[in-house]
């Protein structure tokens, strides 16, 4: 049973507080539909279709969860921070290597001679910056590589094959490429034809943890209603028989009085005939083995 896995960087579960959280001030459209209200912290939401579990994130390690401690425990089952004793923040140690290029999803199930892909879509300027040692590979993208995986580029953007991280293409376009405007609700849907075609698909936006971190130009407001728009098309788009979820690796968007990450937990947000194996989700190390778990069922003639 296929699955497509939109991890989305820094989006914790708030209190339903339009002052404080921009998912509960947000019109959100797909995400209240599907949901019954807005993606906040309500506890265990489980409606016809739909499976929505809040996950820790802080793996019972002081301080506040990062990107590749939380990254490499999501991808890999392993408690990561616990591994390395502390929460290490954007690119991963040696450790953390190692254990992203043997045991993350990315590696484990090729081994397996499953069908994966990472749909990102990375620039020329991206693999010149990596050439030039100014640029290391993130989490994601290292364990998907060092699993073998295709770094999909522009001709596979132009050819429907992957999504560049904004969705929308507009900042390669401001870097004189020639790529077509997607919305982010066609970028949903292509991501859920991408998955289609594979087994295990991933895909990673971190617009969410750079506009709550102030980084970007995009404000908090704009980035909920791009997710929105990203999970309402993959939705729309997806074959009966695909499940989608929906994670991230730590808390940060959905608490506006702070540009520092949360201790909040995260979304498990999972849509589909697979969703059953979500259910007994605790924590983000749980992510990985419920994937695996979804992949492994047979296809059975299943309604959403
Ligand atoms: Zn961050």
Same mark, same amino acid.
């Given at each position: 049973?296929?699955?497509?896995?939109?991890?989305?960087?820094?989006?914790?579960?708030?209190?339903?507080?339009?002052?404080?959280?921009?998912? /509960?001030? =947000?019109?959100?459209?797909? +995400?209240?539909?599907?949901?019954?209200?807005? !993606? #906040?912290? %309500?506890? &265990?939401?489980?409606?016809?279709?739909?499976?929505?579990?809040?996950?820790?994130?802080?793996?019972?390690?002081?301080?506040?969860?990062?990107? /590749?401690? =939380?990254?490499?425990?999501? +991808?890999?089952?392993?408690?990561?921070?616990? !591994? #390395?004793? %502390?929460? &290490?923040?954007?690119?991963?140690?040696?450790?953390?290597?190692?254990?992203?290029?043997?045991?993350?999803?990315?590696?484990?199930?090729?081994?397996?001679?499953?069908?994966?892909?990472?749909?990102?879509?990375?620039?020329?300027?991206?693999?010149?910056?990596?050439?030039?040692?100014?640029?290391?590979?993130?989490?994601?993208?290292?364990?998907?590589?060092?699993?073998?995986?295709?770094?999909?580029?522009?001709?596979?953007?132009?050819?429907?094959?992957?999504?560049?991280?904004?969705?929308?293409?507009?900042?390669?376009?401001?870097?004189?490429?020639?790529?077509?405007?997607?919305?982010?609700?066609?970028?949903?849907?292509?991501?859920?034809?991408?998955?289609?075609?594979?087994?295990?698909?991933?895909?990673?936006?971190?617009?969410?943890?750079?506009?709550?971190?102030?980084?970007?130009?995009?404000?908090?407001?704009?980035?909920?209603?791009?997710?929105?728009?990203?999970?309402?098309?993959?939705?729309?788009?997806?074959?009966?028989?695909?499940?989608?979820?929906?994670?991230?690796?730590?808390?940060?968007?959905?608490?506006?009085?702070?540009?520092?990450?949360?201790?909040?937990?995260?979304?498990?947000?999972?849509?589909?005939?697979?969703?059953?194996?979500?259910?007994?989700?605790?924590?983000?190390?749980?992510?990985?083995?419920?994937?695996?778990?979804?992949?492994?069922?047979?296809?059975?003639?299943?309604?959403?």
């Amino acid at each position: 049973m296929p699955v497509l896995v939109l991890f989305l960087d820094g989006v914790g579960l708030g209190p339903e507080d339009p002052a404080t959280n921009p998912f /509960a001030r =947000g019109a959100t459209p797909a +995400l209240r539909a599907l949901l019954g209200g807005p !993606l #906040v912290d %309500r506890g &265990v939401v489980d409606r016809p279709g739909v499976l929505l579990v809040p996950a820790d994130a802080a793996l019972g390690v002081p301080g506040l969860p990062q990107s /590749a401690t =939380g990254q490499a425990a999501l +991808l890999t089952g392993t408690n990561a921070a616990a !591994l #390395v004793g %502390r929460h &290490v923040t954007a690119y991963p140690t040696r450790a953390l290597r190692d254990l992203l290029a043997t045991h993350s999803l990315f590696a484990t199930l090729r081994r397996d001679g499953r069908r994966v892909a990472l749909a990102n879509t990375y620039s020329p300027e991206y693999f010149a910056a990596l050439e030039a040692r100014r640029l290391r590979m993130a989490a994601v993208t290292f364990a998907a590589y060092t699993a073998g995986l295709r770094l999909r580029g522009l001709d596979d953007l132009r050819a429907g094959r992957s999504v560049f991280h904004d969705l929308t293409g507009q900042r390669l376009r401001e870097w004189g490429h020639d790529v077509p405007p997607l919305t982010p609700f066609e970028a949903g849907q292509r991501l859920a034809a991408i998955a289609g075609c594979e087994e295990m698909t991933f895909f990673e936006f971190f617009l969410t943890d750079l506009a709550a971190h102030g980084r970007v130009a995009s404000g908090p407001d704009d980035v909920v209603a791009m997710v929105d728009g990203l999970i309402g098309g993959a939705l729309d788009a997806a074959a009966p028989d695909l499940t989608v979820v929906v994670t991230s690796d730590h808390g940060n968007l959905e608490d506006a009085r702070s540009t520092a990450h949360t201790t909040n937990p995260v979304p498990v947000l999972a849509a589909g005939p697979g969703r059953e194996a979500f259910r007994g989700v605790r924590a983000i190390t749980d992510i990985a083995p419920a994937v695996r778990a979804t992949l492994a069922r047979p296809v059975a003639a299943e309604v959403r």
